[in-house]
């Protein structure tokens, strides 16, 4: 059996044209049914695929595995833990069976019972249980924006950014899925009109619009992934809102980097999409220069050619679109991430969650951050209902979107949705 979902291939399912989750896609994510157990999924248009009820009927059968046990889990490590070999077989098949031609289900009506479920009609949960975290600082015209805001606008990079993907270690335990709510963290701030810092609930509530990637294969202590089978590693990407606390942040950092102000909340979109779905559209990264070290060389197209957009909502008023980026822009692309983490022997494992950082374009409409966006609060957002804003005010809820376009083929992530409770 090869693995390769034609780009020509049509659902029996009835899917929009402009979904973004046709056959070709075949996400993967984590879903309960009326409080049932969770199960692990796959998607066609607006109907979630339950993968256990294909497996206890026998749609899976056909791929002789020694064990099926990863179709009844929880979450999806264990799937991911098998290796690309089983779950591009395993994506093959599932598109197989939904192909417009293939009867096998299609008339089956008491298996299509259990099988496909209404979007409407589940909740999605987290897709995988995070071990380790990191955020990268990958996008030039982020670290460009915030170098002129907050040091010298002569040297806005500092001099290694152009030599290391820089990163930090995050925390994985406030990485929740969409439609969490998330409330405004307290911390200590300290304006620079204040002699002394005071406590309180953070008034510099941002978002930050990243991917996210999951690296699918674990390696040992001591060993180092190379360059140029790093992608091999990755299993799939999700949206990432890493929320901030700006003020938290800015009195925090010196000396260690973010902390409180980065780790009240972050949240994902809720199926991952794999890299294999989204290999149509890679593309080449920015020229890098000076040139980077040999370790982090790499030839050809690496980067993503992925269409983002942020909204706001304020409370009972329409969204507003703030800003629309795209992921072809990353300095750094994945592949020298992953690099880069392991050169010194870091091990990393199945189920590992890698952020971008923030995704800014070249644009002003195309920031990645509320903090450039409004330039430090200097120029106010004005959104549809006549409201302005400079950071996200309590009760906003921030919506993030991402997808591919090329030709007919549309491959697209849904969105990530989080509502900014008040300080508890």
């Not at 899917?15 to 009326?34: A, C, L, R, W």
């Not at 096998?104 to 995988?128: D, F, G, H, S």
């Amino acid at each position: 059996m090869h693995n390769y979902i034609d780009l020509n291939w049509k659902s029996w399912l009835e899917v929009d044209p402009n979904s973004d989750f046709p056959i070709q896609n075949i996400p993967f994510g984590v879903f309960t049914y009326k409080g049932k157990r969770p199960s692990i999924a796959s998607r066609i248009g607006n109907w979630v695929i339950d993968l256990s009820a294909m497996e206890r009927h026998g749609y899976f059968s056909n791929l002789e595995l020694e064990d099926y046990s990863f179709f009844h889990s929880k979450c999806l490590n264990p799937f991911i833990a098998k290796g690309k070999e089983i779950t591009n077989k395993v994506r093959y098949r599932i598109a197989e069976v939904f192909e417009q031609f293939n009867a096998e289900l299609k008339n089956n009506a008491e298996a299509r019972k259990q099988i496909l479920l209404k979007i409407e009609e589940v909740e999605m949960l987290m897709p995988v249980k995070v071990g380790d975290y990191t955020d990268f600082y990958s996008s030039i015209e982020h670290a460009t924006n915030v170098g002129k805001m907050f040091r010298d606008p002569d040297n806005a990079l500092l001099p290694n950014w152009k030599h290391i993907p820089v990163g930090y270690h995050g925390r994985s335990s406030s990485i929740v899925v969409s439609g969490t709510p998330i409330y405004r963290p307290k911390g200590q701030t300290k304006s620079d009109t204040e002699s002394s810092p005071s406590y309180g609930p953070s008034r510099l509530m941002d978002f930050e619009l990243e991917m996210a990637f999951i690296t699918g294969k674990k390696t040992k202590l001591g060993e180092q992934v190379n360059i140029d089978n790093a992608e091999e590693y990755i299993f799939g990407l999700v949206i990432f809102n890493d929320l901030s606390a700006r003020d938290i942040q800015k009195w925090e950092y010196v000396p260690l980097g973010p902390f409180l102000g980065k780790n009240f909340g972050s949240v994902i979109s809720p199926w991952i999409v794999t890299l294999e779905a989204l290999s149509p559209f890679k593309v080449e990264g920015p020229k890098q220069e000076p040139a980077v070290l040999p370790y982090l060389n790499i030839e050809g197209a690496h980067n993503l050619d992925v269409n983002l957009e942020v909204g706001l909502e304020p409370e009972n008023s329409e969204e507003t679109t703030v800003c629309q980026s795209n992921m072809k822009y990353l300095y750094w692309s994945m592949a020298q991430q992953l690099a880069h983490h392991t050169v010194n022997g870091c091990n990393i494992n199945v189920g590992d969650m890698y952020a971008s950082g923030t995704i800014s374009g070249p644009t002003e409409d195309s920031y990645g951050s509320m903090l450039e966006l409004s330039w430090k609060g200097t120029k106010p957002l004005k959104l549809k209902d006549g409201s302005e804003r400079k950071f996200i005010q309590d009760n906003d809820t921030v919506v993030m979107r991402a997808y591919a376009k090329k030709n007919n083929l549309r491959i697209g992530f849904g969105e990530v949705s989080t509502k900014i409770l008040p300080a508890k």
